[in-house]
């Protein structure tokens, strides 16, 4: 029985890299993957889902007003299992299309993403993978201190930690770090007293 699984991480826990390696692994048993993720995340030219490691392929891009089910129906329903890179910037709607793909065809859909911004919040698209995902896993990554990081921290260009903005900022290692909790809340404590 197919599932709809999320498999979740702080920026650079290597879910990307996951994604590449779980999509490498269905083809090499023969079978056809759809990889997918959302044309929001523009960090990459071109329909690409690329790792920090280097691996890469190509890709289907998906913008916010695009029906997940309907393209699967139209064009990809000969595909074995869907694959989502940056699951947590689709919306909670294409996230139960995605579901409906899993009762309906009995394909599984992996998505991989964060749970939460750089306030700790939960993106809409994650929210929703906790509501109905049949399977959710942790892809652990490490804060420099040694806890496991859980916050993607948004940092300025000299290093110090951002506490406003809107929920979505696109970039890598120059934008987030991974931090624990207490390093996260102590940092932002140090940042005020220097003030």
Known sequence: ??????KYGSMGSSKTAQALITKFNYEE????VWLIKPAIDTRESEAVVRSRIGLESKATLISDDQNVYDMY?????????VIVDECQF???KQIDELGLIVL????P???FGLRSD???HLFPGSK???????SISEIKNVCVCGRKATVNARIDPNGKIITQGEQIYIGGNDSYVAMCRKCYINKIAEQQKEK
């Open 118 to 120: 750089f306030l700790t």
């Open 73 to 81: 129906m139209q064009k990809y329903g000969d595909c074995d299992v």
């Open 29 to 32: 048993c023969g079978m056809k």
């Open 1 to 6: 029985m197919a599932k709809l699984y999320f």
């Open 128 to 134: 929703r993978l906790f509501e109905i995902a049949e």
């Open 104 to 107: 309906d065809f009995n394909v």
């Open 109 to 111: 859909v992996l998505c």
């Open 90 to 92: 689709f919306t909670e």
